[in-house]
């Protein structure tokens, strides 16, 4: 939706194509980070953004055993949101999506599943599309694949998927806010567990991290262990467990993968997000840098998609640019997601004894301006984009 919207802006014909109805599911991926807001005031949009509905987190903190320590403070942040915008994402879509409309190139297709790719020459055309009233192809000069780490672009394209590995799995739940609660995202560590707490005003959205295919034994152990489980971690839910994780149907199970493509590309397709990269939910960067690749592509080839000089064949070797210039944060940010699972919450899981605050928490207590650099890493990440691609078409009202 954002390559959309950045490429109707410079005034490409875009047809983006959403297989359901409505953007109302629980995505849990809400965090939408100072990198993101900086985007959306270069485009000008900030303010009637941050009119939608949206909590603040402006620090991440950790409570391991009973002692609590800030580990990032985005108020240190030179960004021009130094905050953790906490936003559904079907608001954020909504909002893209009406900025995008405001341009006479861009089209929306609802109830509009790509489920295959049409090829010619050995050169991607378009999409074969299903719909409610049947199959249709959707032509195109290039075709973006956006569809998540489960996409049918890529596998329809034949793209080589490297898995990185994920020892982990995450088991989401709500738990209601109560007005004595604190406030504040952060997690929780205790013997043997860990969970992450996401402050969303109303309710704490929570992420219990389990060994991989850990779900089945922890569901034979029964309901009640599991709720005992939570609240040894987090007492402050004893008086609500009950009530909020009611049955099975309440919990739901989130498979981790890490993975990448090794080449995002072929000629006519490009692929970006989870369906190039495939990120753990540690440290909530993955929409992120779904939104950077996607500056990142407009930035290189909106002008000449616009230009109807410009070949089919001569967009070729920008597709190779664009993942030569995402591939580094890429890289650089799954390498510390996989360090982060195999060597900190891994063994955690496996441990027997009570969890000790680290030295590296204790020296951001001492001295505090150091948590800007794990503010930096989550909250901008390495090479963050700016939007560079033009505005050569006008939007058919103001914003």
């Known amino acids: 939706m954002m390559l959309g919207l ?56 950790a409570v391991i055993g009973g002692t609590e320590s800030v580990i990032a403070d985005f108020s240190r942040l030179r960004t021009r949101c130094r905050f953790i915008a906490m936003v559904p994402q079907w608001e954020f879509l909504d909002f893209l999506r009406d900025e995008a409309a405001l341009y006479p190139g861009f089209q929306l297709s609802m109830e509009t599943e790509a489920v295959g790719l049409i090829e010619r020459a050995g050169r991607i ?162 929409i992120n840098l779904a939104i950077q690749d996607a500056v990142a592509a407009a930035n290189v080839l909106a002008e000449p998609l616009a230009d109807a000089r410009v070949s089919a064949e001569r967009l070729t070797p920008l597709l190779a640019k664009v993942q030569r210039r995402r591939m580094l944060p890429t890289r650089l940010t799954q390498a510390v997601q996989v360090a982060a699972q195999s060597r900190l919450i891994n063994p955690l899981l496996d441990s027997t004894q009570p969890p000790q605050v680290p030295w590296v928490l204790k020296l951001l207590d001492r001295w505090p301006a150091l948590r800007a650099l794990p503010a930096y890493a989550v909250g901008v990440g390495a090479r963050p984009e700016h939007v560079r691609s033009p505005e050569l078409t006008r939007p058919a009202m103001p914003h």
Do not use: N
Not at 14 to 32: M, N, Y
């Open 6 to 61: 950045l490429l109707a802006r410079a005034g490409v014909d875009v047809a983006v194509l959403e297989k359901h109805g409505d953007f109302l599911r629980d995505f849990r991926g809400d965090t939408v980070h100072p990198s993101t807001l900086q985007l959306m005031h270069e485009l000008g949009l900030l303010e009637s953004f941050l009119q939608r509905p949206h909590d603040k987190a402006h620090d991440i903190r």
């Open 125 to 286: 055309t378009g999409v074969r599309a299903r719909t409610t009233t049947g199959e249709v192809l959707i032509q195109a000069d290039l075709v973006i694949g956006a569809d998540g780490r489960k996409s049918a672009v890529r596998e329809a394209a034949g793209l080589q998927v490297r898995d990185l590995g994920a020892p982990i799995d995450v088991l989401w739940m709500r738990i209601i806010k109560l007005r004595t609660d604190p406030s504040g995202s952060g997690g929780r560590i205790g013997t043997g567990r860990f969970m992450a707490m996401i402050d969303r005003g109303t309710y704490w959205q929570c992420a219990y991290v389990i060994h991989k295919g850990g779900s089945e034994a922890i569901r034979e152990r029964g309901l009640d262990a599991f709720r005992a489980d939570i609240v040894a971690l987090v007492p402050l839910f004893a008086d609500r467990i009950k009530a909020q994780v009611a049955s099975w149907d309440d919990v739901k199970l989130l498979s981790v993968s890490v993975d990448r493509l090794t080449r995002w590309w072929r000629p006519g397709l490009l692929c970006i997000g989870d369906a190039a990269h495939a990120m753990s939910p540690i440290g909530g960067v993955g």
